[in-house]
């Protein structure tokens, strides 16, 4: 029998070629003055910024423009809000990669409170409680990895020896409208879609794993990992392929939703910990742990709970990325091992020496790093083990 669950709202989804085009009319439902956050230059060097700010004009729609250039910082978020106070804005549109829909979701839910953000952030805040209020917001993905369209929560971070990585979060803040146009990724470069592709692989794949999985999410998971297998080697190899950046558009968007009503596992842990003390990017340090991560899950699932659901789940994705029905659960199950650690390899997801990453930062990094919702809760020296095989 299924186990009983609930289920968190999601946006108004318009998905497919095309639908960027809708924007004008979506953001008149609202009013006619609306601030655009955008990333530093990939969108605005594009042809669908001279469309938007044109199909704008046509509607006589007044438009602020304001950029995010990199993962949000509290700091970032209270200038945005101080300067845009008494604008009078109706709606706010952020069109980019995760970090830019994130800053959306913070600055609409600021907006109306003018108050510094870093107060409501769990865990490092004054523990003040946001009410909920905001001003409608659009996301706009230009990225495939995040799933922030479709996500109640945007993460703000602050990088340095006390730095953080943590979410402004309330069911209110899920965005009014999603508007997820593949057309909009196919000049996403290719280490850029790799990271954020295998940031999308990460979060389907533990949230199908994770301990508060149901069967919605399981089934939403499948689904889109069925795209993902296919669509990420495409988006990766050919990135002009429609057909594979619209396979992962929508594994993306579908990972917000199974993130949000399952939760993510160890690699998001890390994800977590090691943002708040380097300036890596996230999809980057999703990808460089999954396979070692997974590999200790699998290892310690078998050594002390061989009848744990997660290794049968392991077994389905196996069969899922092989093809071979023919084949045992413990063939399946290293076979999707096997596919990940090929993935990180031929995407060329790097190590994070690479990246800043100090042998002196490894404790603490281990200390804050979370297994919630992980089929198999990693000790420290698990943990240490997981995250120098990636130094």
Not at 258 to 281: D, E, Q, R
Not at 325 to 335: A, L, S, T, V
Request: proline share 5%; charged share 20%; aromatic share 8%.
């Amino acid at each position: 029998m299924p186990k009983s669950f609930s289920f968190a709202s999601t946006p108004q989804i318009h998905f497919g070629v095309g639908k960027f085009g809708l924007l004008p009319q979506l953001i008149e439902n609202y009013g006619n003055t609306v601030l655009i956050l955008t990333g530093a230059k990939s969108f605005t060097s594009s042809k669908h910024w001279d469309t938007l700010r044109e199909d704008l004009s046509q509607s006589k729609i007044e438009w602020y423009h304001y950029v995010i250039p990199n993962e949000p910082s509290p700091k970032q978020i209270d200038h945005c809000v101080d300067q845009f106070i008494n604008a009078n804005l109706k709606a706010i549109l952020a069109i980019g990669g995760g970090s830019v829909l994130d800053a959306g979701k913070a600055i609409s839910a600021m907006l109306p409170l003018n108050k510094p953000v870093k107060n409501f952030l769990e865990g490092v805040g004054t523990g003040e409680i946001h009410p909920g209020i905001k001003i409608p917001f659009i996301a706009v993905p230009t990225t495939s990895g995040t799933g922030s369209e479709t996500t109640k929560n945007a993460v703000i971070t602050e990088v340095g020896n006390h730095g953080f990585k943590k979410s402004l979060r309330h069911e209110n803040f899920v965005p009014n409208l999603a508007v997820v146009d593949p057309t909009l990724t196919l000049t996403s470069p290719k280490n850029q879609t790799a990271n954020s592709g295998m940031d999308a692989f990460t979060q389907l794949v533990e949230s199908y794993l994770s301990t508060k999985s149901n069967l919605m999410t399981d089934s939403l998971a499948i689904k889109a990992l069925n795209q993902l297998k296919d669509g990420l080697p495409q988006a990766v190899h050919e990135g002009l392929n429609i057909e594979g950046r619209t396979k992962m558009a929508y594994a993306a968007m579908i990972s917000g939703i199974t993130l949000a009503n399952a939760g993510l596992g160890t690699i998001h842990g890390f994800a977590s910990s090691i943002g708040g003390k380097c300036n890596i990017p996230h999809g980057l340090i999703c990808g460089s742990l999954m396979g070692i991560v997974n590999r200790i899950t699998v290892r310690e699932l078998r050594k002390k709970d061989t009848t744990n659901i997660a290794l049968k789940k392991y077994a389905r994705l196996g069969k899922m990325f092989s093809q071979k029905d023919e084949k045992g659960p413990n063939y399946q199950i290293e076979f999707f091992l096997d596919k990940i650690d090929n993935w990180t390899e031929e995407f060329q997801i790097s190590i994070f020496s690479k990246s800043g990453l100090e042998e002196i930062q490894i404790p603490m990094i281990i200390k804050e790093t979370g297994n919630k919702n992980n089929p198999y809760s990693l000790n420290s020296a698990e943990l240490e083990e997981a995250l120098r095989n990636r130094i």
